[in-house]
């Protein structure tokens, strides 16, 4: 088994996270258990701050390896993260993503390892604690999260549809899947989708991005075993500066990532009428919920737009009447002083506290 971990630049956090993750490795049974870390900084300062931080993790003398791999070329992130993939693990092995703002609850490795084993599956998607908030350079956090389902309330089940009543499968710290032909098969296709999202005009940044949430469907369409779960075995993790200040994690986005979705699967991927209808429907609410934002996000003009809109059979007075209260919001914010979130949320510093509730909300 091989839990893949890519990072940048959250070093306050880069503890705590690979804690939570390697604290569940001795209940692992599968020959090797490695943490292979994908460090896509090449600063030389950030590099030092980073290594210091490995060799400070006392590892308890497991029977587990910490690998590490330092991007020396630039690669985006989907590039780096799938590479690494290609690069270090064995034919046939299980392999699971982690962000480096999400948290591994007690036992959430284990439980993704013992229900992708019991049911063969080439790809598993789980539900997520929703969520917590790391802010002023991680030093200080909010939980917003309710505890996890017990066992006896679990259900495993063949992977359908993504949404409220559903898993989502944008989100890389809830995917585990084999490393095997089908799941290349799948990636090509899903790269296949990039290029056309480019030819269209977005940029190659935002273009890939919604790779892994293609990857499931595209895997299920070619005959793979699918499934989803609704345990919670990861804290989704947040950097409330990342949301307030960058581009790309705004409502803008959000919009434009159902727009590449929508552009996806009227075009390149197969689904059956119902997971069709149910997804175009899903992907409508994201757009015209954040129609504002997305008019407004860097480097997407309205160009783009329109010719996104047209290729996927969506024209612009389905987005009328859009949401209106999310757009009002939305346009208030331009306005805004950014950083005003900031001062509402109730913080904590003790990492203990972290620590503490991973155990707690863990599984058995």
Known sequence: MLVLLPVYDRFEILSIVIKSIISDFDKINDGRVIL??????KDLEARKKFNRIINEIDIFNGNFAIQVIHREYDLSPIESWYDAVKTHAKWNEL????GDDDLNVRNGILKRFNISRRFNCDFLLCKFLDRIYFFQNNKQFWFSSVSVKNDSKIKNKIFNFIGPNGVEPSFISNHTFVNNNLFWKAYDRATFIVKRHEQIGVPKYLAEAPVPLYLPFIIKNEGGIVYESDCSPVVRGGIVE?????????GGNTALFSLLGLHAIENYIVLSNESHSLLRKRFHVSISRNLVDLFTTKDVSIGIIYKLLRTSNFSWLELLPFNLFYNIISFI?????????LRKVKNKTDYDYIENFLKENGTD
């Open 242 to 250: 990342d949301i307030i200040y960058r581009q790309y994690s705004g």
């Open 333 to 341: 914010k331009i306005f805004v002083k950014p950083g005003y979130k």
């Open 95 to 98: 392999i699971l993503m982690m």
């Open 36 to 41: 292979l870390i994908v460090n896509n900084n």
